[in-house]
Structure formats: C-alpha cells, structure tokens
C-alpha cells in the first residue's frame, strides 16, 4: 500500500512534468482580478475586463440582482452591478466561475468526490460569511473566498487518486491522505495564483487547531471554525476535547458547545449564500 509520503513525492513528480496540471485562473480571472487589486481602477475599468467573458458577465448580474445583494431596482448594467457588489465581492465570483469550471469530473468515481468536496467548499464559505459579518476588522466577502478555496489542494490529489484502487475505494484511507496532504498541495495552488498571504494560510493551516497567528481573529480562524460547524471533511475526526482547544473558536468569539447554525437568523443567511453559488 503507497504511503501518504510515497503519494505526496509521486504528485509532485507528476505536477513538474504536466502529467497532472494544478488549477490554474483563466486569462479573463487574472486580468480582473489584478484589476480589482489596484486602488486606482474604476468600476468601469473592471466592467470592461468583464465583458469580454460572457458567463462572468451574466454572474455578476444574476448576483447583483439576488436576494442577498438585490435592491428595489433591478440593475441591467455591469458597471453598476460592480458598483452594488464591491470589488471584493466581484473578485470572489471570477474565483468561483474558475472553481466551478475546475471541478469537472472525467469518471464518475471522481464525480462523486468532487461533487462532495464543492457542496462542503460552499457550505464553508458561507458560514465564513456570516461569521465575519460579526468581526469589524474582517471584510464578509473576503471570508466567503477564504472558505470556497480552504480545500483546493484536494482537487489534484483526487485527481491523481484515481489511479490507485486502493485509495479511491476506501474513504477513510482516502481521507487520511487528503487531511494530511491537501493543506500542502492548497498552499502551493494558492501560491501559483498570487494570492495574499492570508489567504494562503487558510489551506495550509486550517485543519491545525493549534493554530494561532495573534490576538485578533483571522480568516484562517474563520474558516476553521465553520469547518468545525459544517463538520466536513477531515474536520470530521476532531473531538469535542480538540474544538475546546483551538484558539480560533475564542478570538471569533464563540463557545465550541454551541452550534452556530442554531442561532437565530444563521441558518437563513447561510442559505441565501449558498444560494449565491447555486446559480
């Protein structure tokens, strides 16, 4: 049986000569994203990148005009679509259509994981949503980012599964290596697309529940946390001894005993984003 050591070293040999390729950002994804990066580009800047992809376009007005994002008038216009949203906003749907257009099975053995993986990525970034509109020095939208791409690092090992029997057909197995090995593989996807650093740290350290960056919260710690609460992936062999521990749980301000998605209002709002990402 091939060791998570034995794996890891295969994946990368495989990564180096193109046999497997890491995700990467679509042209279109890159150039807004920059875009929405710099402090002197214009909501129209933006729209003009955007409108040269058709899907973003029509995401970005379908998102506009939604129930969490809508006003009384309907917007017809991407500028002004970008304008209701934000920047940030507008940065996590060019990431979303990218992951979207990355998790396409070829088998239907990969279907299912992969199909698990993006239903846990979204309740995950949902709940990182809600989480941080309770915590002023974090940005809501940013958080809903951090929490859709806090597993990417498992798309290339499922990928590369399922060549090995022995893995794609034994969960547990499978799910020692992706919680042993996708924190490393997320880091360096992240680390290919530029992204900051606090970003980066959301894969490479969110399963760690000793993880503690300092005094205030983090999106790592916001993630965490709501992958404790949604109870997906490898979150799921954490015992209830482990959640009181983690520092993350006290700088969001929460008691590991209580289950979030029970207060009042939560589940609503979790909903309504995942709706978001439903469209």
């Known amino acids: 049986m091939i060791t998570n050591e034995e794996?890891?070293?295969?994946?990368?040999?495989?990564?180096?000569?193109?046999?497997?390729?890491?995700?990467?950002?679509?042209?279109?994804?890159?150039?807004?994203?920059?875009?929405?990066?710099?402090?002197?580009a214009t909501a129209q800047d933006i729209a003009n990148l955007v409108a040269t992809d058709a899907a973003l376009s029509a995401r970005l007005l379908q998102v506009a005009n939604s129930p969490l994002y809508g006003g009384r008038v309907t917007i017809d216009s991407i500028q002004m679509a970008i304008t209701r949203l934000g920047t940030r906003m507008v940065k996590t749907l060019v990431v979303n259509?990218?992951?979207?257009?990355?998790f396409q099975p070829t088998t239907s053995a990969l279907d299912q994981h992969?199909?698990?993986?993006w239903e846990e990525s979204v309740q995950v970034a949902a709940l990182s949503r809600v989480?941080?509109?309770?915590?002023?020095?974090?940005?809501?939208d940013q958080a809903m980012l951090a929490g859709l791409i806090h597993n990417i690092g498992s798309l290339p090992i499922l990928i590369m599964a399922e060549n090995f029997q022995e893995l794609i057909g034994y969960a547990e197995r499978l799910d020692s290596l992706l919680a042993t090995l996708a924190p490393i593989v997320?880091?360096?996807i992240l680390e290919t697309w530029n992204f900051p650093d606090t970003l980066i740290s959301v894969p490479a350290h969110y399963l760690d529940l000793a993880y503690n960056s300092g005094e205030q919260a983090d999106y790592t710690d916001l993630v965490q946390v709501a992958t404790l609460e949604c109870n997906t992936g490898a979150a799921r062999t954490a015992t209830p001894e482990e959640w009181a521990q983690a520092p993350s749980f006290?700088?969001?301000?929460?008691?590991?005993?209580?289950?979030?998605?029970?207060?009042?209002?939560?589940?609503?709002?979790?909903e309504e984003v995942e709706q978001l990402f439903a469209i």
């Open 131 to 140: 989480l941080a509109q309770q915590i002023s020095h974090l940005d809501s």
């Open 186 to 188: 997320g880091r360096q």
């Open 114 to 117: 992969l199909r698990q993986l």
């Open 250 to 270: 006290a700088k969001v301000g929460l008691d590991p005993e209580v289950a979030v998605i029970e207060i009042e209002g939560v589940a609503e709002q979790v």
């Open 7 to 40: 794996f890891l070293a295969q994946l990368q040999a495989a990564i180096e000569d193109n046999s497997i390729v890491l995700p990467t950002l679509p042209e279109v994804a890159l150039r807004v994203r920059d875009a929405v990066e710099r402090d002197d």
């Open 97 to 102: 259509l990218a992951m979207k257009q990355i």
